[in-house]
T-cell receptor, first 111, second 117 residues
Framework: GQQLNQSPQSMFIQEGEDVSMNCTSS?????WLWYKQDPGEGPVLLIA?????ELTSNGRLTAQFGITRKDSFLNISASIPSDVGIYFC???????????FGQGTELSVKP | DTEVTQTPKHLVMGMTNKKSLKCEQH?????MYWYKQKAKKPPELMFV???????INESVPSRFSPECPNSSLLNLHLHALQPEDSALYLC????????????????FGPGTRLTVL
C-alpha cells in the first residue's frame, strides 16, 4: 500500500531556532495536510495544500507542496516552547479514499 | 466553526462491559470517521460514514460497532473489548466524502482515552 516517509522522527532544538520536516512518497498525491498533536489531544490541522508547487504560510509556519507531487515540507520559524508536540503529514491520492499518514515528527523545544 | 466534539474524554471499562463513544459536528460535513491511535503513532482508520451510510470498514473486529443516527452524530459501541484495544479514539469529519475529487480536509475531535482492564 501507499506509504509516507516522514523525517526526522524526532528533533530537539533550542527556543528561537528554525525547524524543517518533510514527507516523501513513491506515489503522487493531490492533497497534503499538516497536523500538530499535543499529548492527549486530537490532531489539529495546521496547513492544507492542494496544488503542486503551492507555498502556504500560517503565522510562523510555512508548508510547500512539492513540484513532483510526491513530497511536502513544513518549516517552523523562531520556535517557541508551545511548538512542542508531534507533527503529522497526511496525503490523499488522486484516486481519493482514506488519508495516508506519515509516522510523525516529535518536536522538543528547550527554553 | 471547525469543532468536532467527543464524549467522554476518558473511559475505563472491563472486558465484559458495554459502552459507547459519542461524536458530534455541526459544520454540515457529509463524512465522519472513527480512528484508533496508539501512543506516538499515526491515527489508524477504522470506519467512514458518507451521507450517514457506512462506506469504509477497515476490517475492524465486530466488538466495535459504529452507528450514525443523523448527519451530525456518530457513535461507536464497544462490547467485550480486550486490553489491547486501549487507545485514543478519534472522531473526524470532512465536508465531502473521501472519494470526492474536491478539497477534503479532515477535522479531528479531542479524542476519548479508552482503557480496558
Amino acid at each position: 500500500g501507499q506509504q509516507l516517509n516522514q523525517s526526522p522522527q524526532s528533533m530537539f532544538i533550542q527556543e528561537g531556532e528554525d525547524v524543517s520536516m518533510n514527507c516523501t512518497s513513491s506515489s503522487i498525491f493531490n492533497t497534503w495536510l499538516w497536523y500538530k498533536q499535543d499529548p492527549g489531544e486530537g490532531p489539529v490541522l495546521l496547513i492544507a495544500l492542494y496544488k503542486a508547487g503551492e507555498l502556504t504560510s500560517n503565522g510562523r509556519l510555512t508548508a510547500q507542496f512539492g513540484i513532483t507531487r510526491k513530497d511536502s515540507f513544513l518549516n517552523i520559524s523562531a520556535s517557541i516552547p508551545s511548538d512542542v508536540g508531534i507533527y503529522f503529514c497526511a496525503g490523499q491520492t488522486p484516486q481519493g479514499g482514506k488519508l495516508i499518514f506519515g509516522q510523525g515528527t516529535e518536536l522538543s523545544v528547550k527554553p | 466553526d471547525t469543532e468536532v466534539t467527543q464524549t467522554p474524554k476518558h473511559l475505563v471499562m472491563g472486558m465484559t462491559n458495554k459502552k459507547s463513544l459519542k461524536c458530534e459536528q455541526h459544520m454540515g460535513h457529509r463524512a465522519m470517521y472513527w480512528y484508533k491511535q496508539k501512543a506516538k503513532k499515526p491515527p489508524e482508520l477504522m470506519f467512514v460514514y458518507s451521507y450517514e451510510k457506512l462506506s469504509i470498514n477497515e476490517s475492524v473486529p465486530s466488538r466495535f460497532s459504529p452507528e450514525c443516527p443523523n448527519s451530525s452524530l456518530l457513535n461507536l459501541h464497544l462490547h467485550a473489548l480486550q486490553p489491547e484495544d486501549s487507545a485514543l479514539y478519534l472522531c473526524a469529519s470532512s465536508r465531502e466524502p473521501p472519494l470526492s475529487p474536491t478539497y477534503n480536509e479532515q477535522f479531528f475531535g479531542p479524542g476519548t482515552r479508552l482503557t480496558v482492564l
